[in-house]
């Protein structure tokens, strides 16, 4: 573990140099009084550490049960404190990249080993951490999984005939192709600093919001431009339960959790009590878990016994860059090496690397949910511990 001082020195802003936990909120209520009170985009750096890993107990959720097998994660340490990279002219190393990434939590597994794992800030290996938008790639994992069950016939199919709310609206001519390369034409905006923009003002039950996405007018043709979109992926989650007959988090648990090994029950949360999970993010799990997600993917949706789950090629065509935006495929954020990302804002990261068997998480605390200034010391850690594992 790097010292809190390290922090501190580095990222004076985030919270004070003392233990982290110190002044967190403690019970129940007050944990409720913070889900009550405060927006979660606008949270401060101590409400962050205290709601990120608290969110079954500040917002509705849903378990995705383990299965009390855990897939195996053999350690093989390495020291990383050597890795460096620069981000404008200027020379960071592991704990640089801590630092300014406000990370809470780092995982590095190589070729099915753990070669290293660190906390900072009160998280331990049994932190559940909220995943932001990580959610939304687990959300292109269920979809696979209910097209090899032959409950999606095809990403042709238009997503109003699993949700009929949406005929007659802009979404009417929008397959599920396009709603999973974000780029069905309807307008959104995903500004998440601005508290009238739609990400922060689409708020309700299930049936509200594809009320809310069934107003929207339409700017482009389906297919011809990308525009990030949570809303859309929250109707890719409602196809999913359609489809499949059972909410996303008991689907998710049926089909990965507990047939691939997931070591800790995790959390999902949902629009409204008792009702359906958010597609386009906050799922709540460790880090190793998170990690599995990756080794997961990279074994292309078999499980240890060898049963696939996904169709075969899902992983490559889901991965494989869109006409609208060739950095991003179905819920899957693209590299030109051809390592692909989840990502989710605040620092949230599974960054899986094929060719390298290589699969990278972040748990972080950010001080805005996005800044390219962050983007740039991740991608240039990430491709830094890339080659510094490389055999």
């Given at each position: 573990?790097?010292?809190v001082?390290?922090?501190?020195v580095?990222?004076?802003?985030w919270?004070?140099?003392?233990?982290?936990?110190?002044?967190e909120?403690?019970?129940?209520?007050?944990?409720?009084n913070?889900?009550?009170h405060?927006?979660i985009?606008?949270?401060?750096?101590?409400?962050?550490?205290?709601?990120?890993?608290?969110?079954?107990r500040?917002a509705?959720?849903?378990?995705?049960?383990?299965?009390?097998?855990?897939?195996?994660?053999?350690e093989?340490?390495?020291?990383?404190?050597?890795?460096s990279?620069?981000?404008?002219?200027?020379t960071?190393?592991?704990?640089?990249?801590?630092?300014?990434?406000?990370?809470v939590?780092?995982?590095?597994?190589?070729?099915?080993?753990?070669?290293?794992?660190?906390?900072d800030?009160?998280?331990?290996a049994?932190t559940?951490w909220i995943s932001?938008?990580i959610a939304?790639?687990?959300v292109s994992l269920?979809?696979?999984?209910?097209?090899?069950?032959?409950?999606?016939?095809?990403?042709?199919?238009?997503?109003?005939?699993?949700?009929?709310?949406?005929?007659?609206t802009?979404y009417?001519?929008?397959?599920?192709?396009n709603?999973?390369q974000?780029?069905?034409?309807?307008?959104?905006?995903?500004?998440y600093?601005d508290?009238?923009?739609?990400?922060?003002?689409?708020r309700g039950t299930a049936?509200?919001?594809?009320?809310?996405?069934g107003a929207k007018?339409?700017?482009a043709?389906?297919?011809?431009?990308?525009?990030?979109n949570?809303?859309?992926t929250h109707?890719?989650?409602?196809v999913?339960?359609?489809?499949v007959?059972?909410?996303?988090?008991s689907y998710?648990a049926q089909k990965?959790?507990?047939?691939?090994?997931?070591?800790a029950?995790?959390?999902?949360?949902?629009?409204?009590?008792?009702?359906a999970?958010?597609?386009?993010?906050?799922?709540?799990?460790?880090?190793?878990?998170?990690?599995?997600?990756?080794?997961?993917?990279l074994?292309e949706?078999?499980?240890?016994d060898?049963?696939?789950?996904?169709?075969?090629?899902?992983?490559?065509?889901s991965?494989?860059?869109?006409?609208?935006?060739?950095?991003?495929?179905?819920?899957?954020w693209?590299?030109?090496t051809?390592a692909y990302?989840?990502?989710?804002?605040?620092?949230q990261?599974?960054?899986?690397d094929?060719?390298?068997?290589?699969?990278?998480?972040?748990?972080?605390?950010?001080?805005?949910?996005?800044?390219k200034?962050?983007?740039a010391?991740?991608?240039?850690?990430?491709?830094?511990v890339?080659?510094?594992?490389?055999?």
């Open positions: 573990m790097k010292p001082a390290v922090l501190c580095v990222a004076a802003s919270t004070a140099c003392s233990p982290a936990q110190q002044n909120p403690r019970s129940h209520d007050d944990l409720a913070l889900g009550a405060g927006d985009l606008t949270w401060t750096p101590a409400q962050q550490l205290a709601g990120y890993r608290n969110m079954n500040i509705p959720t849903r378990v995705i049960a383990a299965g009390g097998r855990p897939y195996p994660l053999p093989r340490p390495r020291d990383l404190s050597s890795v990279y620069q981000v404008e002219g200027e960071f190393d592991l704990a640089g990249f801590q630092a300014y990434n406000r990370v939590g780092l995982l590095v597994i190589k070729a099915g080993e753990i070669v290293f794992e660190e906390y800030r009160g998280n331990t049994e559940r932001f938008s939304k790639s687990v269920l979809m696979g999984a209910a097209i090899r069950e032959g409950r999606i016939e095809s990403l042709d199919d238009p997503v109003a005939a699993y949700l009929p709310g949406l005929e007659g802009p009417e001519d929008v397959t599920l192709r709603a999973l974000m780029a069905s034409g309807v307008e959104w905006n995903e500004d600093a508290p009238r923009s739609d990400v922060s003002t689409s049936a509200e919001r594809i009320r809310f996405l007018p339409r700017v043709p389906p297919g011809d431009r990308f525009n990030y949570t809303g859309e109707l890719v989650g409602g999913v339960r359609a489809a007959g059972s909410d996303l988090a998710l990965i959790w507990k047939p691939f090994g997931m070591e029950d995790a959390y999902w949360q949902l629009v409204e009590p008792g009702g999970e958010h597609g386009g993010c906050c799922i709540s799990a460790t880090l190793r878990d998170y990690g599995r997600i990756g080794l997961f993917a074994r949706g078999v499980l240890p060898g049963t696939p789950v996904l169709p075969d090629g899902w992983m490559a065509e991965t494989t860059p869109s006409k609208s935006n060739d950095g991003y495929g179905y819920l899957w693209l590299s030109h051809g990302r989840a990502l989710g804002i605040f620092g990261a599974i960054f899986i094929p060719e390298e068997k290589l699969v990278i998480v972040t748990h972080g605390a950010w001080p805005r949910a996005t800044g200034d962050l983007a010391h991740r991608a240039a850690f990430f491709e830094a890339t080659e510094a594992v490389a055999y």
